[in-house]
């Protein structure tokens, strides 16, 4: 009776041919999965092109020092992609980064020209 009780434990009993075959499956399926790894050699990407960023929605508004626009995915690629123009100071005045020189207009339209460091 005890003996009994050991053989059959209630787990499925899968007969040889079939372990086999799902070894074998599962080789199969691994070595297809590596043989398309193989590629080609090294491959140097073309210089210059264009990045096209679509955000979802539209932004608040453009000033990423204002409350409102905190957390927007747009600012976050934005900054990625292009340096500042300015950076902050320890004591929060801007600082030239990118730029040595910035000219605006006092009138509607409101125009900021920025001259890019020659270096």
Known sequence: MLSDARADSGRAKI???GRLAAATAAIVVSLL???GAGGSGVQTP???GTVVVGPILEPRCLNPLVAS???QSFFWSFEKVFAPPFA???DFTPRPKLVSR???T?????TLTYEIRPE
Do not use: H, I, M, N
């Open 69 to 71: 626009c905190e957390g």
């Open 106 to 110: 006092r009138k509607p339209p409101f």
């Open 88 to 90: 902050l100071a320890p």
């Open 15 to 17: 007969p040889k041919g």
């Open 102 to 104: 910035v000219t605006f």
């Open 33 to 35: 999965a590596v043989s």
């Open 46 to 48: 073309p210089k210059g």
